[in-house]
């Protein structure tokens, strides 16, 4: 036992570095989908309000000898005006940070609007990480500017949502991104939660140019791209299908270090003191072990038994049996640490799951680690999220699909016979739901056939064989056969989630086959989380 505690402490202790590396590439791929969501809500604003754009920069440039300030109040809080000279020099506008700014660099593009105004696509404004769109037209030597803030309440929820996975990964520094313009060579910077508070001089321009190119050059050939203190992935820009995006994440690699080195010495700590107290105990039950082989000694001769020693026995019997419960619950203790560090070093199964295409022949069993890893995550992170409307019967023919590779592995069938409902759920917890019920009907079947129905506002889950306890299913951690694998957590989590949306289950065994059936309610009007 105590070669085994230190082996597997010394297995624990070297993993850290790459289940904290798994942490922060799963980390990276939260953050990258929450901003591409951003990226595609400011596009949709973006559509939503062109022409109402375009009309704006007419409306601005037939009142341009009034204040443009008033005229600002008049479009509303999204707007902004700017006013050239005939130098392309930004001298009268409403956004404080554009002030003396030189538009020169895009002389070209304002001569071609003369007679119609342009518009241009989502553009990163570096001194707010506001997005804005600009509608330009060049009159008598000079440009006429509308901005406008491609801003609104689910842009917001998005970036509040990446700023709650920064605070809750502190070894995260920056989220950045680059527009990157191949063609025209330019490249823009973006830092989308870090406001600059003033306009980027020629020279940053300049360098951001230098840096996006080299990261694009480089994650032409790799993609993506992970270092010690950064993490960037190549993708295609949202607002311009000629141009690319580059999402970084900049890492701070010492404190994830330092986080790393101090997990594994509590770690090591846990350790000695489970072993410590083990050795305490075995040295106790060997006294114990003494003074009953001294009574066994009088039992054997035959000696009388008097007072003082049957007390003696008395005494060792009850310490024993107070002892042994002891030594178990030090026992359960240790296996539970043992099954903690085991789960932990699964944790990596996430990042082998980026590459399930590039070797199909593991598929079958990638997938079964996965739905073993999120079973134990929804034990362990069994949180409210938000429902939804769900099309029952689609959603379980993917869930079928899904399960195609291990079902032909494990030479079963699944038959399925569904009509069209919607369910009110947690997309989450739906698929936890359907499955576990799909792995149990494969896991324990005895025959070739596993059958799903949706009728009448009732699933069923169909296969062949019987349940042994049917008080103790579902039961965390218990497993009708242990040679069959996992944590016995399935129909545990199951019973879990028809308590939470008071959903009735039922459970029996008919005629050597297992039914698992659910009433269901549907749903027709919206989903309030």
């Known amino acids: ?81 700017f006013v050239t000279d005939k130098n392309f020099i930004i001298k009268n506008t409403t956004f404080k940070y554009d002030q003396n700014f030189s538009l020169a660099f895009a002389k070209d593009i304002f001569m071609m609007h003369k007679n119609n105004p342009g518009i241009s696509p989502p553009i990163c404004e570096p001194a707010t990480t506001k997005f804005f769109t600009f509608s330009d037209r060049y009159i008598n030597g000079r440009v006429v ?17 990446i700023k709650k996975f920064i605070k809750q990964n502190p070894y995260i520094r920056d989220v950045t991104l680059y527009f990157i313009h191949p063609k025209t060579k330019y490249a823009q910077e973006c830092k989308i939660l870090t406001p600059l508070h003033r306009k980027y001089t020629l020279n940053e321009m300049i360098q951001t140019r230098k840096v996006g190119f080299e990261l694009y050059k480089k994650l032409l050939k790799q993609n993506p791209v992970f270092t010690k203190n ?43 003191a489970i072993l410590g ?29 008097n007072k003082k020693t049957y007390k003696k026995l008395d005494e060792v019997i009850t310490t024993y049996n107070s002892t042994l419960k002891e030594l178990n619950d030090a026992i359960n203790s240790k296996d539970d640490f043992i099954n903690f560090a085991m789960h932990e070093l699964a944790t990596p199964i ?30 362990i992170h069994n949180h409210p ?17 899904y399960f195609k590779e291990i079902t032909k ?22 698929e936890m739901l359907i499955d576990n019920n799909i792995k149990n009907a494969i ?28 008080n103790k299913i579902f039961e965390k951690f218990y497993r009708e056969e242990n040679v069959k694998g996992g944590f016995g957590l399935g129909l545990y989590i199951i019973k879990t989630i028809t308590r939470k949306y008071n959903m009735k289950i039922s459970a029996r065994t008919d005629n050597n086959r297992v039914i698992f059936e659910y009433d269901l309610k549907e749903t027709n009007e919206n989903c309030d989380s």
């Open 230 to 272: 950064a993490m960037y992935i190549l993708a295609k820009n949202p607002f311009n299908n000629e141009s690319y995006m580059i999402f970084k994440l900049t890492i701070n690699g010492n404190l994830l270090n330092s986080e790393i080195k101090q997990i594994s010495l509590i770690t090591l700590l846990s350790i000695l």
């Open 350 to 379: 996430n990042i082998l799951a980026l590459y399930t295409d590039e070797y199909k022949e593991l598929r079958p069993a990638i997938k079964k680690l996965i739905s073993s890893y999120k079973n134990m995550s929804f034990y």
């Open 409 to 430: 592995e494990e030479n079963k069938t699944i038959i399925s016979d569904l009509e069209e409902f919607t369910l009110c759920i947690n997309r989450d917890d739906l």
């Open 145 to 161: 500017q509308v901005g406008y803030v491609l801003d609104n309440k689910k842009t917001e929820e998005f970036k509040n949502k």
């Open 1 to 81: 036992m105590v070669a085994g505690l230190l082996l597997i402490a010394v297995m624990y202790i070297n993993s850290q570095k790459e289940l904290f590396d798994t942490k922060k590439k799963l980390v990276f791929y939260e953050i990258y989908t929450l901003a591409s969501s951003f990226l595609e809500e400011i596009l949709n604003e973006y559509n939503k309000n062109r022409q109402t754009i375009l009309k704006a920069n007419d409306y601005v440039v037939k009142n341009l000898t009034k204040d443009i300030h008033t005229l600002k109040d008049k479009l509303g809080k999204h707007y902004h005006i």
């Open 443 to 470: 896991k324990y079947s005895t025959g070739n056939e596993i059958k799903i129905t949706l009728k009448n506002k009732t699933l069923s889950f169909q296969n062949e064989g019987h349940i042994n306890d049917m």
């Open 277 to 305: 107290f083990a050795f305490l105990i075995l040295t106790y039950i060997k006294k114990i072990l003494n003074h009953l082989e001294e009574f066994t000694k009088h039992i054997k001769n035959k000696t009388p038994y």
């Open 385 to 401: 999220q938000k429902k939804e409307k769900i099309d029952l019967k689609k959603f379980i023919e993917e869930r079928i699909e």
